[in-house]
């Protein structure tokens, strides 16, 4: 059975799919934020898709979350960026043994009432190469102090919760729900970016905070992003984004190959390849990949940051000068479609990138598959 048999999401997900595909162009400011866009995903029930039942939320499947973030990222990337960001702090709260945490917090995660964060790059993909970590976290009697620079955080400055995590002296880390009201949480000013502006994504700083044992996630323990749950880095909800913005481009040069035959080939092509990555994609959530390394989420990953970024520039191709055009979704697509080179990129999909870059593909293709198979 076809991933789309298997999941049919109903008509409401696809008015509000056209809503957000109507209104992307709006929130390519630098002083937007999809407020209203989070207003229809709680009125379409989304912001409860990963939240336990007995919280009112709706514990969807991984594939249905899977189809659902490639159409919402295919409909407008921005929003759909900002709703894994939700969505990974709702995750890593939920499955938290913490009971009294999730009282708190879960059931008005389920709407818009409140909105949560990650801040955990600093523990993942961001400032791995410096001695000290970024943030240091040390024991109280009535729990932990937090002390340091969270580098990147969506939509920090309309966040009530921004769960991110710390390093404690003996190397082992913690990760908590700290709170945007606690004494000594500083959210600085968002920065101005290539793409995804609108998703206020910046630096927050952590000056002596004082983060209560009721706010524990996960640990004191080591590695605490590899063993406490939640999705990873690199994980197929990136991938999901990646392919949902290449289908977003393959599609327009489609309606360009209505009138300009000579282009069925290249979108024949483009949706070949695309189906395979999401073949793969839907065979890895449903299968793992034991038994094949090409279903491993790291492949999937690098095959849809390549395709997302090929079909972009088939779509500013196709447009023409006229898509060279400040406020043309070619330049948009183009200028997204970069997002995926750094967004939550584990190091063998950059370097697998790099090595695409330098035509080194094939002989790296290979050695990725060794690799994740071992
Ligand atoms: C739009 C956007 C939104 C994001 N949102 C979030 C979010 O909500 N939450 C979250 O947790 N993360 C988020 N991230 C972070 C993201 O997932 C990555 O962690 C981040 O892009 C890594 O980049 P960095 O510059 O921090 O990496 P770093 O590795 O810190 O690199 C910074 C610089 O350090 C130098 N450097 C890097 N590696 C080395 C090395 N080995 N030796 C010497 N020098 C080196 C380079 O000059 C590099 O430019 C976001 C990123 C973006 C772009």
């Not at 939509?155 to 009201?181: C, F, M, N, P, Y």
């Not at 995804?196 to 700083?205: E, M, W």
Request: aromatic share 6%; hydrophobic share 40%.
């Amino acid at each position: 059975m076809s991933t789309d048999e298997t999941l049919q999401l109903d008509e409401a997900f696809e008015s509000l799919c056209n809503q957000l595909a109507d209104s992307t162009a709006d929130l390519d400011r630098d002083d937007a934020w999809p407020s209203d866009q989070f207003q229809w995903l709680s009125d379409a029930r989304v912001l409860g898709w990963l939240i336990p039942r007995h919280f009112g939320g709706s514990e969807v499947t991984a594939e249905h979350l899977t189809v659902g973030y490639e159409r919402l990222a295919a409909a407008c990337l921005v929003t759909a960026f900002v709703l894994t960001q939700r969505n990974g702090a709702c995750q890593r709260i939920a499955a938290s043994p913490n009971d009294e945490l999730k009282s708190d917090l879960l059931a008005d995660l389920c709407t818009s009432a409140m909105f949560a964060t990650v801040g955990i790059s600093h523990l993942t993909t961001s400032r791995q190469h410096l001695k000290k970590p970024s943030v240091q976290v040390r024991e109280t009697d009535s729990g932990f102090v937090f002390d340091g620079f969270v580098p990147w955080v969506t939509g920090a400055k309309h966040a009530d919760v921004i769960v991110t995590g710390g390093t404690l002296s003996d190397g082992r880390q913690l990760l908590a729900a700290v709170e945007t009201s606690l004494a000594g949480v500083e959210v600085l000013a968002p920065a101005k970016l290539m793409a995804l502006t609108s998703s206020q994504t910046g630096p927050v700083t952590l000056t002596d905070v004082q983060v209560p044992h009721s706010r524990v996630i996960a640990g004191p323990m080591e590695q605490v992003m590899k063993n406490a749950a939640g999705a990873g880095t690199g994980s197929v909800t990136t991938s999901a984004l990646a392919l949902g913005a290449a289908k977003s481009s393959i599609d327009h040069v489609r309606v360009e190959a209505l009138q300009r035959p000579e282009l069925n080939e290249i979108v024949q092509s483009l949706d070949t390849e695309y189906g395979s990555i999401r073949d793969d994609m839907y065979d890895s959530i449903r299968e793992g990949a034991s038994s094949n390394p090409r279903l491993s989420s790291e492949s999937v990953r690098q095959r849809a940051n390549s395709l997302v970024l090929r079909a972009s520039q088939a779509h500013l191709a196709t447009s023409k000068g006229a898509g060279f055009a400040k406020g043309h979704p070619a330049e948009r697509a183009v200028r997204e479609a970069m997002f995926f080179l750094v967004w939550s990129c584990p190091q063998p999909v950059l370097a697998a990138a790099l090595r695409e870059f330098a035509c080194l593909a094939p002989e790296f293709q290979a050695t990725l598959g060794e690799n994740v198979g071992a």
